[in-house]
């Protein structure tokens, strides 16, 4: 499969995808024109029994806006996790993208995926963002107090494009970014974002793509990092202090090579992450020091599970944690999250796991029942999210679930 995608040279990462074209999962890609070795499927694999049943991915278009919980515990005295049902609809009806202090956000499966931004106490909509024909809405929506930035892409035809949009939440107008002289142009479909924080790649004078950190409110940015045409920078993961990213190099070639490296966001330079194997590393996240990663080679035939290792410091020696879900490493308050495919008496099912520096092994937070499948957690104002689809017998319907992580 190409590594490009289409003229933006994206992978559609966090690709939000309508139930319609929720099978494409299944078969590893994220768009019919995406699908390179960096498109990891941003939904779990479907589980045992439940042949082509997946759940989409979050978004929403309320008729009316949709309830939600307005506080989530910060877990028990004994520090296990809490958790909150905050949104439970159809499968195929709304689904969860964040929820902000003052916001929920929903994407619905419609094939544009149409997100809403509702006011959690009014409950109004502020914001009902529709893409026009042959775009579609991608994933996540950085969100603060005042400001929304809603991305979608066209990959299909001769003429792909990506658009980004900063909306005012006080008065629902709304800005193209692609107007902001300061603020570099968007490349590539795939943003990192971590409340009001976000990294993403683009195209400076020289061809080069570039890491780019970016305010929401501000809109200033800095570049932290350049590669030569025809490498790419690709997924940004943005925790409380980091930005963790992957260069590829030589693309399509037999020297093809993907790296990872990291960033403060107080300013400086990148550094690499030392890699378990030379060139397949995929995703990671990195907090106070300690990096999370995976790897997984590009002609690897199942891309959905990857070797994930920890390291506590950039010194110390690296430590296995065996296999986890693709591209589900996100870092969340105190701790970095990702998402293992697990076996419980002979049955199929999927854990939420954590780490932060100071912890000997990883913690189990959420595991699924049987015949439920779960989107990667996102993160906003110290709260994962995680939304899980129930596909077994009976009724079918998803869930959003929130917990503190503080």
């Known amino acids: 499969m190409p590594d490009r995608h289409g003229s933006s040279r994206g992978r559609g990462r966090h690709l939000l995808i309508p139930v319609a074209a929720v099978a494409l999962l299944a078969a590893g890609c994220s768009g019919s024109n995406s699908g390179s070795p960096e498109s990891a499927p941003s939904v779990s694999p479907t589980p045992s029994g439940t042949p082509g049943s997946t759940p989409p991915r979050p978004g929403g278009t309320p008729s009316q806006p949709p309830e939600s919980t307005p506080t989530v515990s910060p877990g028990t005295p004994s520090g296990k996790p809490v958790w909150t049902k905050i949104l439970r609809q159809p499968v195929d009806g709304q689904h969860i993208v964040t929820q902000q202090r003052k916001y929920l956000v929903t994407r619905g499966s419609d094939e544009a995926g149409t997100t809403t931004v509702t006011d959690r106490a009014s409950r109004k909509v502020v914001v009902r963002h529709a893409p026009p024909t042959g775009f579609v809405a991608q994933s996540p929506v ?21 658009r980004a949009y900063r909306y005012d939440l006080s008065t629902g107008a709304r800005t193209d970014l692609a107007t902001q002289r300061a603020l570099p142009r968007i490349s590539e479909p795939e943003i990192g974002a971590y409340d009001g924080t976000f990294a993403y790649s683009s195209t400076d004078a020289k061809k080069r793509s570039c890491l780019v950190i970016a305010a929401l409110d501000t809109l200033a940015a800095r570049t932290v990092m350049c590669v030569p045409d025809p490498g790419y920078i690709a997924d940004p993961v943005v ?44 995703s990671g996240a990195t907090l106070r020091g300690a990096t999370i990663w995976s790897e997984i080679g590009a002609d690897d035939p199942d891309q959905y599970q990857s070797r994930a290792y920890l390291r506590e410091s950039p010194g110390a020696a690296a430590r296995s944690l065996g296999t986890i879900v693709t591209d589900t490493i996100v870092a969340c308050g105190n701790w970095i999250h990702w998402e293992v495919r697990a076996m419980r008496n002979g049955v199929e099912t999927y ?6 520096p100071g912890l000997a092994r990883p913690q189990v937070i959420y595991s699924t029942p049987p015949d439920t499948a779960i989107t990667a957690p996102t993160c906003q104002n110290n709260t994962i999210f995680v939304e899980a689809a129930h596909l077994g017998g009976g009724t079918k319907y998803t869930e959003a679930l929130a917990t503190g992580t503080a």
């Open 142 to 162: 950085v969100i603060d107090d005042r400001w929304a930035l809603i991305e979608e892409i066209r990959s299909d035809g001769p003429n792909p494009q990506i």
């Open 239 to 282: 925790s409380a202090d980091s930005v963790t990213f992957s260069t590829i190099t030589a693309p399509q070639s037999p020297q093809r090579c993907k790296r990872l490296f990291t960033a403060p966001l107080a300013g400086g330079s990148a550094r690499p992450i030392a890699a378990g194997r030379n060139c397949i590393q995929w």
């Open 351 to 356: 854990q939420l796991q954590r780490w932060q």
